[in-house]
Every structure is written in structure tokens, then in C-alpha cells.
């Protein structure tokens, strides 16, 4: 089956340029291709955007163990939907991907389950360091060195060192300071009691608890040359401390650090408490910044339903977490209409940077060789997001109501539509993603 798309704007590696793209059901053949070309398939583009497919790592699916919550056909029907042709998903499941077995299954239920291409992380505790040194299937190693549920947190220096340096994959983390937090929900007890107000999530969770933590693992990190990821980052300061990276240290911002603000709390309430919290707009407007000098290399989601009515709880019972991959490029579109990002930088930020982060074999560009994932965007496309339209099991969105710029028009994951017009082809397939343990990530 091979596919021809015609004036097209393709956000290439070095330009947007109007031209033909000619790919299969493995690979793009060609990104100059004759307007003669022979095709089964030819699709006018008219102009609309063509960019490779989003690449999310930061996703959780919450299979196996919960889920009511969501699981894989559902999360990656979300996927689909918004543009995001491959996720990498993390260990917090139950029981946790912390051994290889667990690892084994979770990729077995996804080649039968997921509608686009996987990777799962596996995950850290505090004695599962020979299962991690024997992984191979998997972008890296996830490590909770805040607070976190189950046995997924490692504070122990001692243990995290040896993570550090007897492992061979790279690392990710949740970077929040364990005894500041403690510290907090001791001090607004009382607060908490009588005012059950989410907003105080900010306070417990707060910036010194991320800023002393991501100083500490970057450290660490340093002193031990190991490569590592920061999740999530939320301060203005965590931005000056990833800055002297020397060659080891990436970082991502994700959509709800980028969309909302302390501000939101009155509107919104539980429905934004997440981890890290939301903080100030000052530190939202340095994430963007940050994205487009390049300090920050990655967008992601941290994509984490929970039901309605559990998000609806009364503060502290109510869950951390929001869910988003299905809108995060259309928000991402919408910056873009308003003047505040640029569609290369998104390539770059969700697609590019992503897959070379993690060592993704033939993934993130529109180039000769590359699979054949790729998204036709309507920057001009203009509707509401609403609960009723999410895919994800958990069915709301922060964003109900909010009138949206620039949606996916058309999806192809290894150049098969799993999205086309409003609509999902639930039959569809994806694959799991090769990592290239040879290549050097990000920094060379």
C-alpha cells in the first residue's frame, strides 16, 4: 500500500516546504516525489501541514491493575485522536513494571491492545537493581525520587548511586523532595482540616521541594557521568540548574505546567491537582521560554486519568493527575495561532527531540528511510474541546469548553490511517519501538 500526499507543507528538518510525499506501510520512500507518481492511495493535501508523528514520553495507561481508570486500547485510541503516533508509558501500574517479566507482559498486552507504536520504562526501587541491569527492552530506567505510591520511590543515596553507576540505560525522574513535603503537610495540617481548598496542593508541593531535588539528582548525575532525564519540570529555578547540563542532563515541560497557573485554581479546582503541582505564571512563562532557547528539550503530557468522581472528591482524597494526550497537540496548535510558538518547534519539542532523547530508531523526522508516521494538521481547523468527545476512559478534560486553533486531520502510523476525519479505525496496530543502545542520546 503505498500513500501519496500532494502539496503538502511539510515541516522538514531544515524548512517547511510545499512538496509530495510518497510513503508505504514501512518507511517514507521519497520527500520530493513526482506529481506523476503512481500511488493506491493519493490524498490532496490542500495546503494543510504535514509533520511527523508526536512522539509522547511521559504516559500513563494504568494497565495492568486499574482499569476503570484507563488502559492501552483506550489510551492509545486517545493517541490517535491527537496526533501522538507513539508513547512511552511508565511503571507506576499494578503490580509496578519493575522486573523484567512484568515488562514482558505489559509489551505483550499492548501488540494486542495498542492502536499505535509502545515502550515502557522500567522501574526503580530500592532492590530490584539486578532485574534493571539485565533490561533490554525499554527506553530506560524510571526512578520516583519524590513521593510516590507502592514501592516506586528511592530516596537512599547510597542505592541511587549504584543505579547510577552499575546500569547501562539512561534515566528518568520524578524530582520532588520527599522530607519537604512532609515537612508542608504538617505545617497546613490545620489549613487542610478546614479548608479542604486544592489550592493548598501548591503549597505542600512546592517549589523547594523541586528545586532542592532536581539540584540534587543533577548532581548526582554529574559526579557519577550519567545520562538523565528530568520529568516534568515546573519552576523558573529548575530551569537554571538544568542549564549546566555538561553534555548528560535533559529535560521536558508538559502540557499542564504550560497551560495553567495558581490562577486556575478557583475555576477549576481539584481538576488541575497534579504532581509536581501548578505554580506561579511567572515560572509558566519561563517554561515557554525555555522551550524556544532550547534549555528545555522535550513537551510531553504526564498523561494521568482518573474518573470524574474521583477528581471530584473533596481535597486531600482527591487523586493527582490530569488527562491530556488526545488534546496536546491541538493546545500546542492553538499557541501557535496565538503568535506564542512556531510549528517547527513543536516538530522539534514532541516529535524530533523526543526520539533522540531515548535512542528511537527511524522515528521524530520527515526524511527518506523513516517510518512512516505522520500527521495532517488544519492549523485553521477551529472547535471546542469537550468531555463527551475524549476517548480516554476517564471522559473530561480540563479544557472542556475552551474553543480550540489547528487539529489533526488525518493520522498514519506506519503508513496506515488509524485517524482520519473525526474518525478512529479501531483495528489498527501498532509496534513496538526499537532503541539504539549504539547511538549517544541527546547531547552526542
Request: with cysteine; hydrophobic share 35%; proline share 4%.
Given at each position: ?28 520512500l521519497t520527500c520530493d516525489a513526482a506529481t506523476s507518481t503512481k500511488a493506491d492511495q493519493t490524498i490532496e493535501a490542500n495546503g494543510f501541514h504535514l509533520i511527523p508523528g508526536i512522539i509522547d514520553d511521559q504516559v500513563h495507561f494504568r494497565e495492568p491493575g486499574l ?54 520504562f522500567m522501574g526503580a526501587t530500592n532492590d530490584n537493581l539486578e532485574e534493571l541491569k539485565k533490561s533490554e527492552r525499554t527506553p530506560g530506567i524510571k526512578i520516583f525520587f519524590g513521593s510516590s505510591t507502592g514501592d516506586l520511590l528511592v530516596e537512599d543515596m547510597q ?239 480540563p479544557w472542556d469548553g475552551q474553543k480550540i486553533m489547528g487539529w489533526p486531520e488525518t493520522v498514519w502510523v506506519h503508513g496506515r490511517k488509524v485517524f482520519s476525519k473525526d474518525k478512529i479505525d479501531y483495528s489498527m496496530k501498532g509496534k513496538e519501538v526499537s532503541f ?9
Amino acid at each position: 500500500m503505498r500513500t501519496l500526499i500532494k502539496n503538502a507543507i511539510c515541516v522538514l528538518e531544515n524548512e517547511n516546504l510545499k512538496t509530495h510525499i510518497l510513503f508505504d506501510e514501512s518507511k517514507i520512500l521519497t520527500c520530493d516525489a513526482a506529481t506523476s507518481t503512481k500511488a493506491d492511495q493519493t490524498i490532496e493535501a490542500n495546503g494543510f501541514h504535514l509533520i511527523p508523528g508526536i512522539i509522547d514520553d511521559q504516559v500513563h495507561f494504568r494497565e495492568p491493575g486499574l482499569t476503570h481508570k484507563e488502559d492501552l486500547f483506550s489510551g492509545s485510541s486517545s493517541c490517535a485522536k491527537g496526533g501522538v503516533t507513539t508513547y512511552l508509558e511508565m511503571p507506576n501500574t499494578i503490580p509496578s513494571t519493575t522486573t523484567n517479566f512484568a515488562l514482558l507482559e505489559k509489551l505483550k498486552i499492548a501488540s494486542k491492545k495498542s492502536l499505535v507504536n509502545y515502550g515502557f520504562f522500567m522501574g526503580a526501587t530500592n532492590d530490584n537493581l539486578e532485574e534493571l541491569k539485565k533490561s533490554e527492552r525499554t527506553p530506560g530506567i524510571k526512578i520516583f525520587f519524590g513521593s510516590s505510591t507502592g514501592d516506586l520511590l528511592v530516596e537512599d543515596m547510597q542505592i541511587l548511586e549504584r543505579i547510577f553507576t552499575e546500569t547501562s540505560l539512561p534515566v528518568t525522574g520524578h524530582c520532588e523532595e520527599e522530607s519537604i513535603i512532609n515537612k508542608n503537610l504538617k505545617i497546613f495540617e490545620k489549613e487542610i482540616k478546614e479548608n479542604k481548598d486544592p489550592a493548598i496542593h501548591s503549597k505542600i508541593r512546592d517549589r523547594a521541594a523541586a528545586i532542592f531535588c532536581t539540584k540534587k539528582i543533577t548532581n548526582l548525575a554529574k559526579k557519577t557521568n550519567k545520562k538523565i532525564h528530568i520529568l516534568h519540570l515546573s519552576t523558573k529555578e529548575e530551569i537554571e540548574i538544568i542549564k549546566d547540563h555538561q553534555g548528560l542532563i535533559t529535560a521536558e515541560a508538559c502540557i499542564p505546567h504550560l497551560m495553567f497557573t495558581e490562577k486556575d485554581y478557583p475555576r477549576l479546582k481539584t481538576l488541575i491537582q497534579t504532581n509536581p503541582s501548578i505554580k506561579k505564571g511567572s515560572d509558566r512563562k519561563a517554561l515557554f521560554e525555555a522551550l524556544q532557547d532550547g534549555s528545555i528539550q522535550v513537551i510531553a503530557t504526564d498523561h494521568a486519568p482518573h474518573l470524574l468522581e474521583e477528581k471530584n472528591k473533596p481535597y486531600p482524597d482527591s487523586p493527582s493527575g490530569i488527562p491530556s494526550i488526545e488534546n496536546s497537540l491541538p493546545l500546542m496548535l492553538n499557541e501557535v495561532n496565538k503568535g506564542n510558538f512556531c510549528l517547527s518547534a513543536i516538530v522539534e519539542k514532541m516529535s524530533k527531540n523526543p526520539a533522540k532523547v531515548w535512542n528511537i530508531l527511524n522515528k521524530g523526522k520527515i526524511k527518506k528511510g523513516y517510518d512512516s508516521d505522520l500527521v495532517l494538521i488544519d492549523l485553521n481547523k477551529e472547535k471546542k474541546i469537550k468531555n463527551s468527545d475524549q476517548e480516554t476512559k476517564s471522559g473530561w478534560s480540563p479544557w472542556d469548553g475552551q474553543k480550540i486553533m489547528g487539529w489533526p486531520e488525518t493520522v498514519w502510523v506506519h503508513g496506515r490511517k488509524v485517524f482520519s476525519k473525526d474518525k478512529i479505525d479501531y483495528s489498527m496496530k501498532g509496534k513496538e519501538v526499537s532503541f539504539n543502545k549504539d547511538l549517544k542520546g541527546f547531547w552526542g
